[in-house]
């Protein structure tokens, strides 16, 4: 059920329908309470709500001691200009997408990416070669070969701080409470009530992943602004007129 | 195309990932379909190089267990100016910080926070999954910058021990010396630098010699130390004692006359506070329709946060509609927020034209809160439900050669009976009635009157101060008004209709971008129309801060009297007093021709850093015999400064230069010695929010690391307080000591160390009104307050540790949200009335042409000090563009050594308008070539839609020189220059001095004397 909802949705190529979602978390309801209760992480990320400071990109620095080059989480700005209209300010939070069904997945040779119980999509540092298959495969350029650790790396969704009873520390500390983090399999839950509440889409819907990151507010021209921004790399060559630029 | 994505954050960038080969074409594993059955993960392969969580917390019961590797305490952010209340992850075994974020208990971190009476074990379930909302409702946060400026402490350029310059001034190459050879040399002089002798504090703390002889206005030899600081970190209160009680001087300034000064000062005319220029936001929740013009809510600002999260919520889940006015459209818009929250291009500098003629179309079509304006004093306020008043009934006296010009008729002035002095508090202001001018009372009074008053002394003109108003709102079309800031009447009356839409629940909010040379008439302005729609003090409308709690005065101690202690006197350093209190006045006045003084004064200002490096250059009114720099870069922060720096590095015109400061900046670069100082979380502090907070609130900054500055021979680790302390006792001066600190009952009690100083303040801020509960047992482990808890039971009373330890185990003492409002209107009321016309600005006589300016809002165009326009000197034929700066959301100008933060943004392109752009054949990724009348900049263009015609916008924080850009020298080691620091272009460089100013001073707005940043005339070329 969980798994036809998505593939709905993002056949469709956005996602729309409050009253969808609404379905299909009743039924996920009576689902849950035949079996006991196993969370299913998500995120849902209000735009309205996000003012581009950054502080989910560096706390995730900070708490995961992500390599100087490189981004598990990011924030891209961007000026948006459409016929007719005032140019406007957009902030896309980034990250992995956790998808349920995760082309980084199948491509691994030595099955050291796999989903977790709680839905997170994680590499098995123990198993992994740093091939970069995966670097490769995932459609949100959301991975990278930690030069630090020499495998694969990635948002893990703060894998190490859910199963402490704790927030991902880029939610924990979003000053304008646009992430929003919890249990889709828990009707009741935050962000189960702002997928029913509001119009929500995901990013490269036409991949058919089925993510578990879903956007309020985001404009169809950026749904597919995911490539090559998401690690990204000031040059520094010593000149400061030849410094990457940025925002 | 119908749609064009500018992509500001990475032209440059390559996908890091990009480089990889062809996709692996098999599936080793099939992708399992339907409901997906995860496996268990083993933790420690999962997770790469995470830190381990700082503890556990059941996501049903909220109990926490701790990870006895780390700490987990609440003290202050002190990244930017704001001070948030954060929580510190500490690695106690390394000493390091590990991660921050905020701290529940505090609005600046938390909206809505938890209620004060929460254990310290609740704060933390608070933010965890078990917290409301699964932790989301209580979520306390860190921003950008907060996160990430803990990389400070570890700061490989930071100086730990005191340093002292060994060849000339600013030539980067110093030697460390003891603490006690620094003290020696700074306080006894001498030939320190084989360059002859220098004065030490000793000789120059003379509290007898007049500092200028002839002129005793200007004090004792002591005022020629004079001290700069940058903001309150929650020390100023010790540096105060230290300078002016116990040294004698009176020459203290901090940073806000090249921050956001103009803004203030305005906003300080309609308070009536030119001093500490209070200022109101909005009440960003409840209300219905703000225009933010010079500021930019969540983009930059202070609170940043707090404004960052209410607006975000308002917009989102609230009722607000808002619009952005700022020639640079930024982050405080938001486009997925649709019509929410909307831009509105201005030229840059021309606020005040937009602001008069939103209220001349209030004038023209009746607008305005009558009722509310109509109320001559408080008690006629209180008497009609307001709970604010203006004087907009008060007559004025409006006759050019009346010796009271400007000022309001009073009782006296009528020759009515008066209880007490003339023009004092008991000598009532006056109203028109049928029979004439009458005191104000305590019923309505008409707004509009000019006429003539019979007084004892004759007939004299008179207008009501709305009728004044009124009058110069009208004195320019809405044509003309709408051709200086480039919005169209149409949209100015738009503006001007939703403003007057809402009732009460509308707002006009401001800060920094006031920094023009109309800067201040445009903030007067735009704060005006709050007042014209009576929105002080109501929910939804503007409110003022609720303050905090007091660490200096308090029931317990009393940290501001000793014995001993001296008054400083004489008239500032930075000539904010009336021209007409010097002895050069009188001179002048005595031989015919009192105006022009030999520079500028600014009598309605505080002090002015801006000014102050005129008066060091040019010894005007007198010279500096010894400068500190306390935390401060003035250097880097003054447009134009450029221009004076090589006098101010030559030892003949400021003789000693002591820097305290944790890092080698532009300013501390051409210092004498350097002290060095704690960084972030090892320091103490106590501060209270400037504004955006309606409850009472102090936040607690302790340290929650070891220092990592070198010891003194005592085994103290130097640094401010140390230093200060030091050489108050080997100067003997008083109130430090043995015997320094009085309690409730006269008591003495020492001040040898800086505990002795902010663990009796933790204990005024507890016993403060209703006390503090005790800490627990439990909320001292939980926070880490163990880690001085042995020093505060040696140093307290045993009935006042645990109070103390509270404030500590907290972050600082905060009242109950439930305390902001009172019904409708805000518990801490500003009380005093609103000025519609402000008599000390409207009687002053600018001191460089003996002339006046009005004394209600105006919009005029920039001026130089001799009262000639600025276009003239630099028509636009030739200056074509004019330049502005920008806040960054990251770095601000000493967040540069925060390494993760060039990871975001690595440096700052010059923002260049599409039609400018293609005027000039300036693609993003050219070179450009920016030239103004004070220099010349060349950097990358990124061309966008976002920037008002014919301006170039630049983000602050970059361009440095200091911080380690340049090579530093110390013992004959040298730590080679970071290009990275380098990075990019700093705005100030292009700031221009007043070329109509005898001694040179940079241009400043001629009434709050405040830095010209946003403006500057300028040329640009692709290159």
Known sequence: MDTTRRGFLGAIGQVTIGAAASVAGASQSAEAAEESHVPHWGMVVDLRKCIGCQACTVACIMENAVPEDAFRTHVSVYELVKDGQDPAMVMLPRLCNHCDDPPCLPVCPVEATFKAENGEVLVDASKCVGCAYCVQACPYDARFINHETQVADKCTFCFHRTQHGLLPACVETCVGGARNFGDLNDPDSEVSIMLR????????????????????????VLDGRVAGDSAYHPEMTGQAHAHGEGL | MTNRRNILKGVAAAGALGTFGAGYAETVQKLAKGKWSGKKPRDEHVVGNSIPAEFTIDPETGDVTLNPDQAMSYTMCIGCTTMCGVRVRVDKKANKVLRVAGNPYSPMSTDPFIPYESSVAESFAAMAQAGPGQGLTRRSTACGRGNAVLEQVDNPRRVLKPLKRVGPRGSGKWETISFEQLVEEVVEGGDLFGEGSVAGLREIRDLETPA??????????????????????????????????????????????????????????????FKAMPHAKPDFSNAEFIIFAGTAPGNAGNPFKRIGNLVAKARSDGNLNYVVVDPVLNNAQNGPSGERARWVPIKPGTDGAMAMAMIRWMFENERFNATYLANPSKAAADATGETSWSNA???????????????????????????????????????????GPVAAGASPAPLFHAGEAETPNGAV?????????????????????AEDCGIPIEKLVELAREFTS?????????????????????????????????????????????????????????????????????????????YEKTTEFKTKKAAGAPYPADAPWYPNAPGLATEWMSSLVNGYPYGAEALIFRNTNPI?????VAHLLDKLKDPAVVPLIISIDPFINESTAISDYIVPDSVMYETWGFTKPWGGVATK??????????????????????????????????????????????????????????????????????????????????????????????????????????????????????ENIERSYQGDKATYAFNPPMLVWNEGLGS??????????????AWRAPEFSDGSKVHDHYPREDWPVQVVSFKSPLQNSYSVGAKSLLRIVASNPVNVGRDLAQAHGIKTGDMVRLTTPGGTLESVAVVRDGVAPDTVAIEHGFGHRGFGAQDITIDGTTMPADPRLAAGVLLNDLGMLDPTRGKAGVWVDPVSGTAVRHGLPARIERI
């Open chain 2, 844 to 857: 002053f006589r600018r001191a460089t042409t003996g002339t006046h300016l009005p004394g209600t809002p």
């Open chain 2, 212 to 273: 200028v002889e002839g002129a005793p206005e200007f004090g004792p030899r002591a005022n020629r130390l004079v001290w700069m600081n940058c903001v309150d970190d929650g020390r100023d209160n010790f540096v105060l004692r230290w300078l002016k009680q116990s040294f004698g001087s009176n020459n203290f300034t901090r940073h806000g006359s090249y921050c956001g000064g103009a803004y203030r000062s305005g906003s300080g005319a309609m308070f009536g506070d």
């Open chain 2, 697 to 814: 609130a102090t936040c607690a900054r302790w340290p929650v690391i070891e220092p990592k500055m070198a010891q003194n021979a005592e085994g103290q680790r130097v640094g401010l307080e140390t230093f200060l302390i030091g050489v108050a006792k080997r100067m003997g001066l008083p109130g430090f000591g043995d015997e320094a600190i009085p309690d409730a009952q006269g008591k003495l009690h020492p001040l040898n160390r800086a505990e002795d100083w902010y663990l009796r303040g933790a204990v005024n801020v507890a016993m403060t009104g209703e006390p503090v509960s005790d800490a627990t047992d439990e909320d001292i482990e939980l926070s880490n307050v163990a880690r001085i808890l042995d020093d505060m039971k040696a140093t307290l009373k045993p009935e006042e540790w645990r109070k103390a330890a509270t404030i500590f185990a907290k972050g600082g003492r905060y």
């Open chain 1, 197 to 220: 509440e509001n119009e929500v889409s995901v990013l490269r819907p036409e991949m058919h992943t089925n993510p578990n990151v879903y956007y309020i507010g985001l404009d169809d």
């Open chain 2, 636 to 640: 880097y922060g003054i447009p134009g």
């Open chain 2, 502 to 578: 809402h009732g009460r629940k509308a707002a006009v909010s401001s800060h920094g971008g006031m920094m023009n040379g109309s800067g201040f008439y445009n903030a007067y302005a735009l704060m005006m129309l709050n007042t014209l729609i009576g929105n002080l003090n109501w929910k939804g409308g503007t409110m003022i801060a609720g303050g905090g709690f007091s660490e200096t005065k308090g029931p317990a101690y009393d940290l501001v009297n000793f014995p001993g202690k001296v008054k400083a006197k004489g008239l500032p350093f930075g000539r904010n007093v009336p």
């Open chain 2, 461 to 481: 003109n008179i207008k009501t101060a709305l009728t004044l108003l009124r009058e110069e709102a009208m004195s320019r079309e809405m044509s003309d008004y």
């Open chain 2, 393 to 435: 009934t008060h007559l004025v006296i409006t006759d050019q050669d009346h010796p009271r010009y400007g000022h309001c008729l009073r009782g006296s002035d009528m020759g009515l009976t008066i209880e007490g002095e003339a023009y004092s508090d008991a000598d009532p202001y006056m109203v028109i009635s049928e029979t």
